[in-house]
């Protein structure tokens, strides 16, 4: 048997797999009746955690994009466990529809790529998702722009007030070290050496 047939055939013989996806915010609240919903829903296999949705990189997130299959479906007992924006939310479920799985919310009955209307609904989550993108590039700009005219520090505020920084200068000119100026206003000595002179 060639490596293409043996291909084919593992492909054939391969189960499809129920998986479920919990999160919860904060290590209060229990998962409790995500985990119950899931089981009842079919999953035999559920990754959970205790992490914000904001959070990028979600490690159990992570481990089931990676599991899944062709066929596999992956179900969640709402969207807003999966992500917190439509421009994640759509990321996620394209990767799973591009490893040729399916995506399912128990709650909204729209989100399931298996049928046409879920279909549909992650191409309007696409094209969402652009659009969140752009509105969210162009207030972030403008937020700028305008704090900018406005004379706002843009970053983090400085670890010394202008005074030490002129003192610190001065004592630099005078021959103080780095080190001994750092331990005196109690910060590192690139902070000192950033400094001009």
Known sequence: MG????????????KTA???YARVNTYGQTLDAQL???RKAG??????????????????????LKAIGPSDVVTVTRIDRL????????????????????FRSLAEPWADTGTSIGRLMVAVLGGLADVERDLIRTRTGEGRSRAKARGQHMGRPPKLTPQQQKEARRRRAEGATLKELAKSYNVGRATISRLAT
């Open 3 to 14: 490596y293409k047939t043996r291909k084919i055939c593992s492909e054939r013989t391969r």
């Open 43 to 64: 999953c035999t296999k559920i990754y959970r955690e205790k992490v914000t949705g904001a959070q990028a990189d979600r490690r159990e997130l992570l481990k089931l």
């Open 36 to 38: 119950e919903q899931l």
């Open 83 to 102: 992500a917190r924006s439509t421009f994640d939310l759509f990321a996620i479920v394209k990767q799973i529809v591009d490893a040729k799985a399916q």
């Open 18 to 20: 129920a998986f479920g």
